[in-house]
């Protein structure tokens, strides 16, 4: 697979954060496979810390949007998820407790380290077994988040971290902690890979990568997406678990 760095293409490395996607790259982009796009961006906080971007014109259920984020080796790979899980932590060590991780978008892994890195950090937990739950809700047909019986007793009253792959225009995370707190669970804090989004609910975003870190990121309503009105076709249909080409 061919890498597109801002150096090789003659435009400023897109890991600076002074990326410029201008219309020439844009056109010369179009006419090149989806992953041949590929641009690859260290994390401020830990290089190791890797995201794959590709830009085109991507569709998600909220937005359009000008890249695909390509965030799975991140909450995949135990290696890159640890390391997540240890810069999430700085942000809840002032937090006296932490009894419960609502993951998001498949983020289980990443969670999992999380609650190791909280009980070493000394936060405590309210819980029995004095553990960290981690739980992941049901998303019914109609998009609701539901915690089914067995699980409610991890949020009713517990102090709650909600942790997300990506938070790009904060409508799932505003429906994720109005569910848990529809639950009884009080929200700790919001922690998602990447957000284009500061704080929602009144409760901050804290993340690995913020839109600023990639260039020239953009989303749209559909109804007023640049790439449609210029009858541009969708590269693919995208989420949190990856991307459908059409």
């Known amino acids: 697979m061919r890498v597109i760095t801002g150096i090789a293409r003659g435009k400023k490395d897109i890991s600076s954060g002074n990326t410029h996607m201008n219309i020439n790259y844009i056109k010369e982009v179009r006419t090149m496979s989806m992953l041949d796009r590929q641009v690859k961006i260290p994390a401020k ?20 949007i000008n890249y695909y984020l390509d965030i799975t080796p991140i909450k995949c790979r135990h290696t890159e998820a640890q390391l997540v899980a240890k810069e999430f932590v700085r942000e809840y060590k002032h937090t006296k407790a932490v009894d419960t991780i609502v993951c998001m978008d498949g983020c289980e892994v990443i969670g999992a380290y999380l609650a190791e890195e909280l009980t070493d950090a000394g936060i405590m937990s309210m819980n029995t077994h004095e553990c960290v739950n981690i739980v992941t809700p049901e998303i019914n047909t109609s998009g609701q988040i539901i915690f089914r019986d067995n699980v409610e007793a991890m949020l009713t009253n517990k102090h709650v971290v909600l942790l997300l792959a990506s938070a790009t ?11 848990i707190r529809y639950y009884g669970g009080n929200v700790q804090g919001v922690s998602a890979i990447f957000t284009a989004v500061d704080e929602v609910e009144g409760i901050p975003v804290h993340s690995i990568y913020h839109v600023d870190d990639v260039g020239s990121y953009k989303n ?27």
């Open 45 to 64: 906080a830990n290089r190791k810390i890797e995201l794959k971007a590709y830009p085109g014109h991507f569709a998600t259920n909220h937005s359009h």
């Open 169 to 179: 225009t904060g409508q799932t995370v505003e429906q994720s902690i109005q569910a």
């Open 220 to 246: 749209y309503l559909p109804s007023e997406c640049p790439y449609c009105k210029e009858k541009r076709k969708l590269d693919a249909i995208v989420n949190s678990y990856g991307y459908s080409k059409i």
